[in-house]
Protein backbone atom coordinates (compact mmCIF):
# COMPACT_ATOMS: atom_id res chain seq x y z
CA UNK A 1 0.00 0.00 0.00
CA UNK A 2 2.46 2.95 1.26
CA UNK A 3 4.70 1.10 -1.80
CA UNK A 4 1.87 1.79 -4.55
CA UNK A 5 1.60 5.27 -3.17
CA UNK A 6 5.14 6.16 -3.52
CA UNK A 7 5.47 4.88 -6.92
CA UNK A 8 2.34 6.45 -7.81
CA UNK A 9 3.61 10.01 -6.22
CA UNK A 10 7.21 9.73 -8.16
CA UNK A 11 5.31 8.86 -11.34
CA UNK A 12 3.32 11.90 -10.58
CA UNK A 13 6.06 13.73 -10.54
CA UNK A 14 7.76 12.28 -12.93
CA UNK A 15 5.07 13.30 -15.39
CA UNK A 16 5.11 16.54 -13.77
CA UNK A 17 8.84 17.23 -14.51
CA UNK A 18 8.79 15.65 -17.97
CA UNK A 19 6.27 18.33 -19.17
CA UNK A 20 7.76 20.98 -17.10
CA UNK A 21 10.90 20.15 -19.14
CA UNK A 22 8.93 19.95 -22.41
CA UNK A 23 6.82 23.22 -21.53
CA UNK A 24 10.36 25.33 -21.00
CA UNK A 25 10.66 27.53 -23.87
CA UNK A 26 13.70 26.35 -25.27
CA UNK A 27 16.61 28.96 -26.42
CA UNK A 28 16.11 30.38 -30.29
CA UNK A 29 17.92 29.02 -32.60
CA UNK A 30 16.98 31.88 -35.60
CA UNK A 31 17.86 35.36 -35.10
CA UNK A 32 15.93 37.44 -33.07
CA UNK A 33 15.67 40.80 -35.82
CA UNK A 34 16.24 38.78 -39.44
CA UNK A 35 14.86 35.21 -38.43
CA UNK A 36 17.86 33.28 -39.95
CA UNK A 37 19.63 30.78 -38.51
CA UNK A 38 22.25 31.15 -35.33
CA UNK A 39 24.94 29.01 -34.61
CA UNK A 40 26.03 28.44 -30.94
CA UNK A 41 24.84 30.72 -28.64
CA UNK A 42 23.01 34.32 -28.82
CA UNK A 43 19.68 35.49 -30.10
CA UNK A 44 21.16 36.97 -32.96
CA UNK A 45 23.13 35.98 -36.01
CA UNK A 46 26.43 37.09 -36.66
CA UNK A 47 25.74 40.66 -39.03
CA UNK A 48 22.54 41.44 -36.80
CA UNK A 49 24.77 41.30 -33.02
CA UNK A 50 27.53 43.26 -35.81
CA UNK A 51 24.92 45.50 -36.15
CA UNK A 52 23.37 46.24 -32.73
CA UNK A 53 27.20 46.36 -31.57
CA UNK A 54 27.32 49.18 -34.10
CA UNK A 55 24.25 50.75 -32.97
CA UNK A 56 25.35 50.58 -29.11
CA UNK A 57 28.27 52.17 -30.51
CA UNK A 58 26.63 55.11 -32.35
CA UNK A 59 24.37 55.43 -29.30
CA UNK A 60 27.18 56.26 -26.91
CA UNK A 61 28.96 58.42 -29.94
CA UNK A 62 25.58 60.16 -29.57
CA UNK A 63 25.26 59.95 -26.22
CA UNK A 64 28.65 61.66 -25.19
CA UNK A 65 27.68 64.12 -27.95
CA UNK A 66 24.45 65.01 -26.48
CA UNK A 67 26.15 65.63 -22.94
CA UNK A 68 29.05 67.79 -24.22
CA UNK A 69 26.16 69.67 -26.23
CA UNK A 70 24.21 69.99 -22.84
CA UNK A 71 27.44 70.98 -21.10
CA UNK A 72 27.90 73.59 -23.43
CA UNK A 73 24.57 75.12 -23.31
CA UNK A 74 25.06 75.28 -19.49
CA UNK A 75 28.53 76.88 -19.45
CA UNK A 76 26.68 79.33 -22.32
CA UNK A 77 23.96 79.88 -19.83
CA UNK A 78 26.10 80.41 -16.75
CA UNK A 79 28.39 82.78 -18.81
CA UNK A 80 25.46 85.11 -20.11
CA UNK A 81 24.10 85.09 -16.79
CA UNK A 82 27.20 86.40 -15.14
CA UNK A 83 27.26 88.61 -18.16
CA UNK A 84 24.22 89.81 -17.20
CA UNK A 85 24.33 90.58 -14.20
CA UNK A 86 27.37 92.54 -14.17
CA UNK A 87 25.80 94.59 -16.86
CA UNK A 88 22.21 94.71 -14.54
CA UNK A 89 24.88 96.39 -11.99
CA UNK A 90 24.86 99.53 -14.36
CA UNK A 91 21.41 99.24 -16.24
CA UNK A 92 19.82 99.05 -12.57
CA UNK A 93 21.68 102.25 -11.06
CA UNK A 94 19.11 104.89 -13.65
CA UNK A 95 16.18 102.68 -12.72
CA UNK A 96 16.42 103.21 -9.04
CA UNK A 97 17.26 106.47 -9.58
CA UNK A 98 14.02 107.61 -11.68
CA UNK A 99 11.61 105.52 -9.49
CA UNK A 100 13.06 107.21 -5.92
CA UNK A 101 12.67 110.64 -7.45
CA UNK A 102 9.04 109.90 -8.57
CA UNK A 103 8.25 108.34 -5.50
CA UNK A 104 9.73 111.04 -3.40
CA UNK A 105 7.00 113.43 -3.98
CA UNK A 106 3.75 110.98 -3.11
CA UNK A 107 5.50 109.41 -0.09
CA UNK A 108 2.14 109.28 2.39
CA UNK A 109 5.08 108.43 4.93
CA UNK A 110 6.41 111.97 4.65
CA UNK A 111 5.30 113.68 7.48
CA UNK A 112 3.17 116.98 5.83
ZN1 LIG B 1 20.04 38.50 -38.04
Redo the contacts with the bound molecule.
Keep these: MVVALTLGTLSVAGVGLFFAVKARPRAPRV ?1 R ?2 G ?1 GVEGAGD ?2 A ?2 RREAELETVRRATAERAERQRALTTIRNVINATRRRRSDGGSRRKPRTRNSSSENWPADPTRPF
Design positions: CVCTLCSC
